[in-house]
Structures are given as C-alpha cells and as structure tokens.
C-alpha cells in the first residue's frame, strides 16, 4: 500500500527540500517507486535540487486545474527509473491549490507509486495545510535553534488537528529530522543539543543531518546528496533515517559523538 509523507517545518531555510530529495532518492534507491512532489506553488525549488528545472512542461496546479494529465506532468529521474517528480507551479500561487484537486491527485497518486513524498512550504498557510492534509505519516525538519524548534512545536499542532487523520480520530506518526548539527558548537553552546530539541518537541527522532558542505554542493549540480555522493557523511545519515522510516532498527548516533542513542532516542516515543 502505498505511503504519503509530508515534509514539513515551521521556519524556512532548515534544509527541507534537499531532504525530501535525499530522502527520496534513497528510497528510490531501494527500488521502491517514489514520487516527491513539491506543494510550494509560486516558489517551487525542488526541480532544482533534482536537476530537473529545464523539463518542466506542466505542474500540479495544470494536473489539478484539467489542463495536464498526471502522466503529463510527472518527470521521470534520468538517473533512477523508480525515481519522479510532479513540480510545482511558479507563476501560480497557492489559491490555485484546491483541496478536491489535491485529493484526487494523491488518490491518483497511490495507485502507481510505493511512496509520495511532499514537500511543503514552510509555515502554517493554505500550502502547507494541503500538503499535510493526507498525509500517513510526517517528517518534520527543524534545525538545532530555538526560533526553528518553536516553530516545529506549531506545525505538530497542526499535524495533530488539521489533517485528514486528525478528522477521523486517529494519531498521525511524526518523526523529527534534525538538520545542520554540529556537535562542536552544541557543546558550546552555540546551537540546541539534541536531548533539548528532544525535550521540547517530544516526537521520535528520525534522523540527525550533520552540518556539511556536501548538502550545498550537491544541490549546485542538481543531485540529492543521497544521489551525488553517497558515501558523505549526510548522505550516509540521511540512508539511515530511511531505512528506520521503512521501520529498521537502525542506532542513532550524534554527528561527532560515538555516543550511540539507540536505546535513549531511538525507543521514544510521542507524549
């Protein structure tokens, strides 16, 4: 059956489209047939970080509007065949997202993929509420700063009251993606440990991406990092948080510390 997935954050700039490359590239990887599908109309950048910007033709709101069919619009990774994108618009903007067309598109959706992975806007408006609002399950993407995690305690909210699981009563699984650590500047004091971000935000810990050069490099040649060097010390964190979210037991390490947090991270759970 296939999974929906929103990735999601409060502040912008944490890092939240080249993860959900990553992330689905890394799945693709496994042969499982993914599409990431970018719900930030009028500011669309994840056919950029997939490499895809010159073959756009038509986008989710053609798909939902009636001008494009969902075949016309998806593009196909050249790198990885179980690999697809479905854009978003840029000359839109997110009134032209309606809450029947992205029904029927997800819908539409499910029946050929293993996973869709939603990229969403940042923040709480019309975009981001779509992009979480069929969701199974939710990434949220926060870095290691107070304003970032404030923000992320918001969006669990939301994933917790405006969500189609939400309307039926049931408990919408949640993971958190810790993005840009450096472990040398938690220990001074420069940034958030992860025990803090923890304590504040208090869902299960997916993942935690170090601070890296690679990340910016490979989103300059249009690659996710999973794609553009797989072996880098993000990428190789971003394979782990897939392979606990197709439910792995995989040990969580910090970034710089050999400190593993399976059993103090890796078992809790929501409050």
């Not at 040398?184 to 025990?195: I, N, S, W």
Request: glycine content about 8%; hydrophobic content about 45%; proline content about 4%.
């Amino acid at each position: 059956m296939a999974k929906v997935v929103v990735v999601t954050s409060g502040k912008g700039g944490v890092g939240k489209t080249t993860s959900t490359a990553a992330i689905g590239a890394a799945l693709a990887q496994r042969n499982e047939r993914t599409v990431v599908v970018d719900f930030d109309v009028g500011l669309r950048n994840l056919d950029l970080v997939m490499g895809a910007e010159r073959r756009v033709v038509y986008d989710l709101v053609n798909v939902i509007q009636g001008d494009a069919k969902l075949p016309q619009a998806l593009i196909r990774d050249k790198r990885l065949e179980t690999l697809f994108l479905l854009p978003a618009s840029q000359t839109r903007d997110k009134d032209s997202l309606t809450p029947e067309g992205v029904e029927r598109v997800i819908n539409d959706l499910k029946k050929h993929f293993d996973w869709i992975i939603c990229d969403s806007p940042a923040g709480i408006e019309r975009g981001a509420t779509l992009a979480m609002r069929h969701a199974d399950m939710a990434i949220v993407v926060a870095n290691p700063e107070v304003s970032s995690v404030r923000d992320s305690d918001r969006i669990i909210g939301l994933l917790d009251s405006k969500t189609l699981k939400a309307e039926l009563g049931e408990r919408m699984e949640k993971h958190l993606l810790l993005t840009r650590y450096d472990s040398m500047r938690a220990d001074r004091g420069d940034m958030l440990k992860v025990d803090d971000v923890l304590e504040i935000l208090s869902i299960p810990l997916l993942g935690i991406i170090p601070e890296s050069t690679d990340v910016l490099r490979a989103s300059n040649i249009g690659a996710p990092v999973t794609l553009a060097d797989n072996r880098s010390a993000p990428a190789m964190a971003y394979f782990d948080a897939v392979r606990r979210l197709t439910g792995e037991p995989v040990p969580i390490a910090i970034p710089g510390d050999r400190r593993s947090l399976f059993g103090k991270i890796f078992g809790r759970r929501a409050a």
